[in-house]
């Protein structure tokens, strides 16, 4: 097996939690936003490992192992990166393709599906806007409500109902059309030849969270059926692997410290325009493990939206318990019956949306409500239902003092005592893996970066917009720290038009370059940098002095050697550049 492509790193990482691998390995204690412990790799009383959920990284600041969950698992079980990735594929259920050495062959797939579809993307979103006032499709828009600005963001297009428009498109622009297949954009009919997947539809793109296009969505303007088509899975898109609209709610959900989750792409659209900015959408589908790990990046607490039918069911309520078992704090809120958000906000606004919002119950409070309902609490079998199915949502619930409270509340509710209730959740076997000792290692040398270097990378790494100031005031070259330049390369090439930065997958975008607990050290250091852009103008004006002046020491060392040795011209042409950078200046 040759160099694993970086599309099966990052889906492996998505469906890792580095928090809980590392659980299994150590005791992790919280520390704010991130966990402690004592490094598993050398000896120390203090802890000194940090594991930060956000960034998908740890770090040990006392022997400077750091690096994403690759690394740990790699370190950890004595076993090279190939065997890592092997092992965490095989839990994760990732099936890892052969690869012959040295072939970028299926990378360069990866990446022709990913421009397949920016190119249908721009088709169907031209499509959309070129279709006339009266046409069927413009008459749809008016009638849901969208407005421009929505259908611009969210790159929203149309499909026209003729078989064969977009392959004809494709296949001007030089796309084969196994390529397109593979694409999910076409279908092979029985004759062989090729047709169009998507017709007379709105054409929904699926982004993942780096804001690439994965797949699509599409949905007839009448009630035929069946109403909604999706992309199959293809090399880039699994639909239990991404969230609809998270690439454009992430920064919000990370600064509201929630999510609100929606059923469908149009529930989506319409929040954003009415300024509910961090919502999004399971896909259509139950909620996966790997959605939820991929949303715990950016919040510990979701607001899942029903309406007042779906509410009602146990099945979609058991189906919360994964937000438990991830460690997330889950509310159920309920739209009046016959809504959904996208009706909702179209008719009552953005302040009775909210009002539903605040009045959102935890998943125990719902969940016993619905049960008290359905069965009478005065009768002992049907207590006993109402216990068991209570106690497989707490038994899921890892935080021990919300766990007795959960068990002291349900007890008080239907006059049991508490001693029984708690017999009963011991009877739920702990599947959890044990924890087992390890040998010790080496601490590795000192990570030497002088502090302009380190806190400007670091702040470039937390905020994209940093990116964009440095870049037009440096080049890589002007880093003197040989790895930092390499990480402000990859920094420089990434798309700045928005969005968050995936420290976990720029990790894996760097492999060999970049040694993995460098870029740790760096982004998981627990200090505050306050007036970040003072600093980033400081840091930037430091790293040029420090420039300019190891350049005028180099130029005065060959000034002396020329003067010496009586190289007049170089002499002279070396004083014109001496003087030149005098004059600059910073």
């Known amino acids: 097996m040759g160099k694993i492509p970086e599309n099966i790193l990052n889906e492996i990482q998505d469906r890792c939690d580095i928090v809980e691998v590392i659980s299994n390995y150590i005791s992790l204690k919280p520390s704010g936003r ?27 600041f006392g022997c400077n192992s750091g690096g994403n969950v690759f690394n740990f698992i790699k370190e950890y079980e004595k076993m090279d990166f190939i065997d890592a990735v092997k092992m965490l594929a095989e839990k994760t259920g990732v099936k890892l393709p052969e690869y012959k050495s040295h072939d970028d062959q299926d990378s360069s797939v990866v990446s022709t599906l990913y421009s397949i579809n920016d190119i249908a993307v721009n088709y169907y979103s031209n499509f959309l806007e070129k279709a006339g006032s009266s046409s069927d499709v413009k008459r749809y828009i008016v009638k849901r409500g969208l407005d421009a600005v929505v259908l611009k963001k969210f790159r929203v297009g149309y499909a026209d109902s003729s078989w064969k428009a977009l392959i004809d498109y494709l296949s001007g622009r030089g796309v084969k059309q196994d390529m397109i297949l593979k694409a999910g954009l076409v279908t092979k009919g029985k004759d062989g030849a090729y047709y169009d997947l998507f017709r007379n539809r709105i054409i929904f793109p699926i982004f993942d969270a780096r804001d690439k296009v994965v797949g699509f969505g599409a949905r007839v303007m009448d009630e035929a059926m069946p109403k909604y088509i999706n992309s199959p899975e ?10 609809y609209g998270l690439n454009f709610a992430k920064a919000n959900i990370k600064e509201k410290n929630f999510a609100i989750i929606t059923e469908g792409y149009l529930d989506v659209m319409t929040c954003h325009q009415y300024g509910v900015a961090n919502s999004i959408a399971s896909l259509g589908t139950a909620l996966t493990t790997e959605q939820i790990r991929l949303l715990k990046r950016y919040t510990h607490n979701v607001v899942m939206l029903y309406d007042a039918d779906q509410a009602g069911e146990m099945a979609s309520l058991r189906g919360l318990d994964l937000f438990l078992e991830e460690g997330m704090n889950v509310k159920i809120a309920t739209l009046e019956k016959g809504h959904d958000p996208d009706s909702f906000l179209r008719k009552f606004g953005r302040e009775k949306f909210d009002t539903a919002i605040n009045k959102s119950k935890s998943l125990f409070t719902y969940k016993l409500d619905i049960l008290k309902n359905k069965f009478d609490k005065r009768d002992p079998e049907s207590k ?8 497989s949502t707490i038994y899921k619930v890892k935080n021990a003092i919300v766990k007795a409270e959960y068990i002291r509340l349900l007890s008080y509710e239907l006059s049991v005592k508490e001693d029984a209730v708690w017999e009963e959740l011991k009877k739920i076997k702990d599947k959890r893996p044990s924890d087992f000792n390890r040998s010790k ?9 002088s502090p302009a270097e380190k806190i400007l990378t670091r702040l470039m790494l937390e905020d994209i917009n940093v990116v964009k100031i440095v870049k037009d005031e440096l080049k890589p070259s002007d880093f003197r720290n040989h790895d930092i330049r390499n990480i402000a390369e990859a ?12 420290v976990g997958r720029l990790i894996n975008s760097m492999e060999n370059k970049v040694p993995q607990n460098v870029v740790s050290f760096i982004v998981n250091e627990e200090v505050d940098i306050k007036d970040k852009e003072k600093n980033v103008c400081d840091c930037i004006m430091s790293i ?43």
């Open 234 to 243: 293809t090399a880039i898109y699994k639909k239990g692997l991404h969230l």
């Open 441 to 449: 290692q080496d601490v590795k040398r000192p990570i030497e970066i």
């Open 34 to 60: 991130n966990f402690k412990a004592c490094c598993p790799f050398h000896h120390e009383k203090t802890p000194s490992f940090v594991v930060s959920p956000d960034k998908q990284i740890y770090h040990c």
């Open 544 to 586: 040029k002095k420090e420039n300019r002046s190891r350049l005028l020491k180099d130029i005065q060392s060959r000034l002396d050697i020329a003067q010496k040795s009586g190289y007049e011209e170089e002499e002279k042409r070396l004083l014109e550049e001496f003087n030149q950078i005098i004059k600059k200046g910073v």
């Open 384 to 391: 006993a239902e109402i216990i068991k199915e209570m106690l």
């Open 491 to 502: 920094l420089f090439l990434i798309d700045t038009d928005g969005g968050l930065i995936d």
